[in-house]
């Protein structure tokens, strides 16, 4: 039987990929939420045996993230 999971768990596919939020699910699949390029909310189903687990990004690797994203921002900024 695969891992179930409940809204609001974090989830990845286990090919890998972005970070995603179950949003609501059933017996065989569940509904999942995430930020995609230029931070668009998108979603998709998925079935439960396609995902696991994922531990959900800590206060420093999300700090670390967006100033990485500002720092891109800024030498964008320069080039133009």
């Known amino acids: 039987m ?5 809204a609001g768990d974090t989830v990845q596919l286990k090919s890998g990929g ?3 939020t179950v949003k609501v699910g059933d017996l065989e ?3 999942c939420e995430w930020f ?3 931070q668009t909310l998108q979603g998709k189903n998925f079935y439960h045996t396609s995902l696991k687990k994922a531990d959900a990004p800590s206060e420093a690797s999300l700090a670390d993230a967006i100033a990485k ?3 891109r921002v800024a030498a964008a900024a320069k080039g133009k």
Not at 2 to 6: A, G, H
């Open 18 to 20: 972005p970070l995603m």
């Open 36 to 38: 995609g390029t230029g």
């Open 29 to 31: 699949e569940c509904y």
């Open 69 to 71: 994203g500002r720092a």
């Open 2 to 6: 695969s891992e179930q999971f409940k």
